[in-house]
């Protein structure tokens, strides 16, 4: 892998939402981190998000982090939800904020929701920065002018407001004044949002303003957004609260130690195998949001699997003052090795103290063990994301190996949007790939250049990877698709919480040294399955067949039900005849064909189909003119053959799956016509073969009514 050793700054312009405007790389020195030997740029570049208007019908982090705040304790100061617009102060304009009832059109048309979802409903504060164009820019204020705010009989007080948001490089600020608007005080908000990244909708952000408003008569606020061709934000339902005495709030966990921030997000499946093999050193963050200190502040995880608690354990008691944080590990390391099914880890932080605040005190996070799949994603689509390319990108997902596994194929979600042509369509080149993290710049297994099929639009792609054993370590599966207007699915919960080094991109790669970056935008729906010995076990693999050959030349199409596409296919039949495509035609032997289909994790099934009727070949035939009559009959019939080469023949009964039911032997010398009785046939399709010494023969399919 080429090492970059620069720090770059450049913007592209356009006014398309499909193409990418603007990029920043930033260095950053990675040492020892996931057994990377070499620098990774962070790619700042703005990502493109679009919601699929999915409903979010789970969630892997249950904690309902953007509900709105309502405790009986806490007094509400002061409030506004924007229906009154004189209460506000601003410019207005394209580069401004204005107060409605909807978002622009211009982000409605980039299927952004159309109206914030808060509490009030009706009018709320919006500014759209995509709008501005490339040379447009944003120091922009909406400023409360309904009154000063009286905060005096309160020292400790919070600002909530309710908002919706997608970020790419602008800042948000809170600006709060305790003279009248002389002296301006400001706050940094919502930085939790990384690059890429869209709030729920709606979202509560609650800002401790006591420093400027505690115990303050005469207090306003204003909110100011500075950006530059970025994203969008809107605000409503605006209250001052006084503050708890007691708000304890987790705020992250980690699966391998505090130290291991690309761990804030663990797997949501893994194979038996690995699990078994598998150590999580768990770890929190969590912080005092309240007035008063906490003493015997601790967390406690706890882990069920299905249903049954199988893990606890609980960190050390510390004194935690106001606003501090702490950040701790949990003594015992948990292994998942109960088997396939299902791990629930709660983590909850408390203390002496009876909390305030309680929907944020609790983290719960899942976790599947299956036979032979790994993936980060939550299996809940809401989102496809994309980067703006020339002609290609590619992206990939790390996966770490705890014991010897074999990777067997990889399987990525292609949104597809018929309306505006973004996504992966029927007729584009896909290529899956598995590094080693210490060497990106060979893949140690892929499968190039797949064409879409109709059938894999809009859903899971799952394709073979030639197997390939891997030894304990650092990996990285991905794909590579070979157009400027694909996209991937995501999932806007998880794309939140991407960790560094986690995904890597590349974007029009002319050379396979050319660097790789990560992306903290988003993680995409990329699974990896490695091989089972069971995995086959229970699957039933049905081949049903459609058989032509009422003509010179023969048919087979088959349709299969059952395993896990995408299938690979091997014929073989009379003559030395092989093929590998799902169908078969233009057979010119009569005989039995027979095929073996083999799913992704290699399952397979078996067929055979006859080919007869009036399917000839001249080197094989043996007879001028071949005739079975009555057809259909009762089981009784007449077989005859005209200029037929002498010799002994044998006249075989067989059915559709090849059982022989009657055989008789004749010497036949250049005809041959005689009767044939097989009553006791039950109705159905049936063939006569008729086969002579010389390797030759034909075959006559007839019907018993």
């Given at each position: 892998?080429?090492v970059?050793?620069?720090?770059?700054s450049?913007?592209?312009?356009?006014?398309?939402h499909?193409?990418?405007?603007?990029?920043?790389?930033?260095?950053?020195?990675?040492?020892?981190?996931?057994?990377?030997?070499?620098?990774?740029?962070?790619v700042?570049?703005?990502?493109?998000?679009?919601?699929?208007?999915?409903?979010?019908?789970?969630?892997?982090?249950q904690?309902?982090?953007?509900?709105?705040?309502?405790?009986?304790?806490?007094?509400t100061?002061w409030?506004?939800d924007?229906?009154?617009t004189?209460?506000?102060?601003?410019?207005?304009?394209?580069?401004?904020w204005?107060?409605?009832?909807?978002?622009t059109?211009?982000l409605i048309g980039?299927?952004f929701?159309?109206l914030?979802?808060?509490?009030?409903?009706?009018n709320?504060?919006?500014i759209?920065?995509?709008?501005?164009?490339a040379?447009?820019t944003?120091?922009?204020?909406?400023?409360?002018?309904?009154?000063a705010?009286?905060?005096?009989?309160?020292?400790?007080?919070?600002?909530?407001?309710?908002?919706y948001l997608?970020?790419?490089?602008?800042?948000?600020?809170v600006l709060?004044?305790?003279?009248g608007g002389?002296?301006?005080?400001t706050?940094?908000?919502?930085?939790?949002?990384?690059?890429?990244t869209?709030?729920?909708n709606?979202?509560t952000?609650?800002?401790?303003?006591?420093?400027?408003?505690?115990?303050?008569?005469n207090?306003?606020?204003?909110?100011?957004?500075?950006?530059?061709?970025?994203?969008?934000?809107?605000i409503?339902?605006v209250?001052i609260?006084?503050?708890?005495q007691?708000?304890l709030?987790?705020?992250?966990?980690?699966y391998?130690t505090?130290?291991?921030a690309?761990?804030?997000?663990?797997y949501?499946?893994?194979p038996l195998?690995?699990a078994d093999?598998?150590?999580?050193?768990?770890?929190?963050?969590?912080?005092?949001?309240?007035?008063?200190?906490?003493?015997?502040?601790?967390?406690?995880?706890s882990?069920?699997?299905?249903g049954?608690?199988?893990?606890?354990?609980?960190t050390?008691?510390?004194l935690?003052?106001?606003?501090?944080s702490v950040?701790v590990n949990?003594?015992?390391?948990f292994k998942?090795?109960?088997g396939?099914?299902s791990?629930r880890m709660?983590?909850i932080?408390?203390?002496?103290?009876v909390?305030?605040?309680?929907?944020?005190?609790?983290?719960?996070?899942?976790?599947?063990v299956?036979n032979?799949?790994y993936r980060r994603?939550n299996d809940?689509l809401t989102n496809?994301?994309?980067?703006?390319?020339?002609?290609?990108?590619?992206?990939?997902?790390?996966y770490?190996?705890?014991t010897?596994?074999?990777?067997?194929?990889?399987?990525?979600?292609f949104p597809?949007?018929?309306?505006?042509?973004r996504?992966?369509n029927a007729?584009?080149?896909?290529s899956?790939?598995?590094?080693?993290?210490?060497?990106?710049?060979?893949?140690?297994?892929k499968n190039a250049?797949?064409?879409?099929?109709?059938s894999?639009?809009?859903n899971?792609l799952?394709?073979?990877?030639?197997?390939?054993k891997?030894?304990?370590g650092?990996y990285?599966?991905g794909?590579k698709i070979s157009?400027?207007?694909?996209?991937?699915?995501t999932?806007?919960?998880?794309n939140?919480k991407?960790?560094?080094?986690?995904?890597?991109?590349?974007?029009?790669?002319?050379?396979?040294?050319d660097?790789?970056?990560?992306?903290?935008?988003?993680?995409?729906f990329?699974?990896?399955?490695?091989?089972?010995?069971?995995?086959?076990?229970?699957?039933?693999?049905?081949?049903?067949?459609t058989v032509?050959?009422?003509s010179t030349f023969g048919a087979?199409?088959?349709?299969i039900?059952?395993?896990?596409?995408?299938y690979t296919?091997s014929?073989?039949?009379?003559?030395?005849?092989?093929?590998?495509?799902?169908?078969?035609?233009d057979l010119?032997?009569?005989?039995?064909?027979?095929?073996?289909?083999?799913?992704?994790?290699g399952?397979?099934g078996?067929?055979?189909?006859l080919?007869?009727g009036?399917?000839?070949?001249?080197d094989l035939?043996?007879?001028?003119?071949?005739?079975?009559?009555?057809?259909?009959n009762n089981?009784?019939?007449?077989l005859t053959g005209?200029d037929?080469?002498?010799?002994?023949?044998?006249f075989t009964?067989i059915?559709t799956?090849?059982q022989a039911?009657?055989?008789?032997?004749l010497e036949?010398?250049?005809?041959?016509a005689?009767?044939?009785?097989?009553?006791?046939?039950?109705?159905?399709?049936?063939?006569?073969?008729?086969?002579?010494t010389n390797?030759?023969n034909q075959?006559v399919r007839?019907?018993?009514?």
């Amino acid at each position: 892998m080429r090492v970059v050793l620069w720090l770059l700054s450049f913007f592209y312009k356009t006014t398309n939402h499909l193409k990418m405007k603007k990029h920043y790389y930033l260095l950053i020195a990675i040492l020892s981190v996931f057994e990377l030997t070499a620098q990774i740029n962070e790619v700042s570049v703005k990502s493109y998000d679009s919601p699929l208007g999915m409903q979010q019908v789970s969630m892997r982090n249950q904690r309902a982090a953007g509900s709105p705040v309502s405790i009986a304790s806490i007094d509400t100061i002061w409030r506004d939800d924007f229906s009154d617009t004189a209460n506000w102060t601003y410019s207005g304009g394209a580069n401004e904020w204005s107060i409605d009832s909807s978002l622009t059109t211009n982000l409605i048309g980039q299927t952004f929701d159309s109206l914030l979802n808060s509490t009030s409903g009706g009018n709320f504060a919006i500014i759209d920065s995509d709008a501005s164009g490339a040379t447009g820019t944003q120091d922009a204020t909406i400023e409360y002018t309904g009154g000063a705010i009286d905060c005096s009989s309160y020292l400790s007080v919070r600002l909530v407001f309710e908002t919706y948001l997608r970020q790419y490089q602008e800042t948000r600020q809170v600006l709060v004044s305790n003279d009248g608007g002389a002296v301006w005080d400001t706050i940094a908000v919502l930085t939790q949002f990384g690059t890429g990244t869209t709030s729920p909708n709606v979202y509560t952000e609650i800002v401790d303003i006591t420093a400027f408003a505690g115990g303050q008569s005469n207090v306003k606020i204003k909110f100011r957004y500075m950006g530059s061709n970025d994203w969008f934000w809107c605000i409503d339902d605006v209250r001052i609260v006084s503050a708890p005495q007691n708000e304890l709030g987790l705020t992250e966990t980690y699966y391998n130690t505090i130290n291991d921030a690309s761990y804030k997000n663990y797997y949501t499946m893994m194979p038996l195998r690995q699990a078994d093999s598998a150590g999580l050193n768990l770890g929190v963050t969590y912080k005092n949001g309240g007035v008063a200190a906490q003493t015997n502040s601790h967390a406690t995880v706890s882990v069920t699997y299905n249903g049954t608690n199988v893990f606890t354990d609980t960190t050390d008691s510390v004194l935690i003052t106001p606003n501090a944080s702490v950040a701790v590990n949990f003594p015992k390391n948990f292994k998942p090795v109960n088997g396939m099914g299902s791990y629930r880890m709660e983590f909850i932080v408390a203390s002496d103290s009876v909390d305030e605040i309680q929907r944020n005190n609790t983290i719960i996070n899942n976790l599947e063990v299956s036979n032979n799949q790994y993936r980060r994603d939550n299996d809940t689509l809401t989102n496809s994301n994309w980067f703006d390319v020339s002609n290609q990108w590619e992206m990939l997902v790390k996966y770490e190996i705890y014991t010897n596994d074999t990777v067997v194929g990889i399987s990525t979600f292609f949104p597809y949007n018929p309306s505006s042509g973004r996504g992966v369509n029927a007729g584009d080149s896909v290529s899956y790939y598995i590094y080693k993290a210490t060497d990106l710049d060979s893949a140690i297994s892929k499968n190039a250049s797949y064409i879409v099929q109709q059938s894999d639009v809009n859903n899971w792609l799952t394709l073979p990877m030639p197997a390939v054993k891997l030894e304990p370590g650092i990996y990285y599966a991905g794909f590579k698709i070979s157009n400027n207007r694909s996209s991937v699915g995501t999932n806007s919960l998880i794309n939140a919480k991407t960790a560094p080094l986690a995904v890597l991109v590349r974007r029009d790669a002319t050379a396979t040294n050319d660097p790789w970056e990560y992306t903290t935008s988003f993680t995409p729906f990329v699974r990896l399955y490695t091989k089972s010995d069971d995995a086959c076990n229970g699957v039933n693999i049905v081949i049903e067949d459609t058989v032509f050959d009422k003509s010179t030349f023969g048919a087979i199409d088959i349709t299969i039900t059952g395993g896990a596409p995408t299938y690979t296919y091997s014929w073989t039949g009379p003559n030395s005849f092989t093929a590998n495509t799902k169908n078969i035609k233009d057979l010119a032997k009569q005989g039995w064909y027979y095929v073996t289909v083999t799913d992704v994790f290699g399952c397979a099934g078996n067929d055979s189909s006859l080919v007869a009727g009036s399917v000839t070949v001249k080197d094989l035939g043996f007879a001028k003119e071949l005739k079975l009559f009555p057809n259909p009959n009762n089981g009784q019939f007449t077989l005859t053959g005209t200029d037929v080469t002498n010799g002994y023949y044998t006249f075989t009964v067989i059915n559709t799956i090849g059982q022989a039911l009657y055989t008789r032997e004749l010497e036949v010398g250049n005809s041959f016509a005689f009767s044939m009785n097989v009553s006791n046939l039950k109705s159905g399709i049936y063939f006569v073969k008729i086969a002579n010494t010389n390797g030759q023969n034909q075959v006559v399919r007839f019907v018993v009514e």
